[in-house]
């Protein structure tokens, strides 16, 4: 039940983060620096499959390891990307409530990192080595 009040939050906190934006006149600025964001998100969505992208944190049988395009820079390149994209959106018209639901993303989406890593380190032996060389949301330089 806690995986699907994640799941649900996630969803939640990011629309009302994009929907809540002042959209007349079109926030540009907002738009430009989120594009990064958007597009390391869909390039992981791409590099996993388009057809096999879950929302709930936890493995499957068909789950496999990928270390490889978006998942060499940072281990949930999806959770930056969405964090990117939102975090824009603070650009447009600040209110404290929109930056209070943005950390509130954030927790959600370190909790949900976290369910997964811990049952991808169970199924996957190199995935401590993974870890130790590629950071969670932002690269390890």
């Given at each position: ?13 990011s629309a ?86 943005w950390f ?5 989406l370190y ?31």
């Amino acid at each position: 039940m806690f995986f699907w009040f994640l799941v649900v939050a996630q969803f939640t906190l990011s629309a009302v983060l994009v929907l809540s934006t002042r959209w007349s006149p079109i926030p540009w600025l907002a738009i430009l620096v989120s594009m990064p964001g958007a597009a390391l998100a869909v390039w992981a969505w791409g590099k996993v499959g388009l057809l096999k992208l879950r929302i709930h944190p936890t493995t499957t049988a068909s789950t496999r390891l990928i270390t490889s395009g978006p998942f060499a820079v940072v281990r949930h390149p999806m959770y930056t990307g969405l964090l990117w994209f939102t975090a824009a959106f603070q650009l447009d018209e600040f209110a404290w409530w929109r930056l209070v639901a943005w950390f509130a993303l954030a927790i959600v989406l370190y909790s949900k990192a976290c369910v997964e890593e811990k049952d991808i380190n169970l199924r996957f032996a190199e995935y401590n080595a993974y870890r130790d060389e590629v950071g969670r949301f932002w690269p390890k330089f």
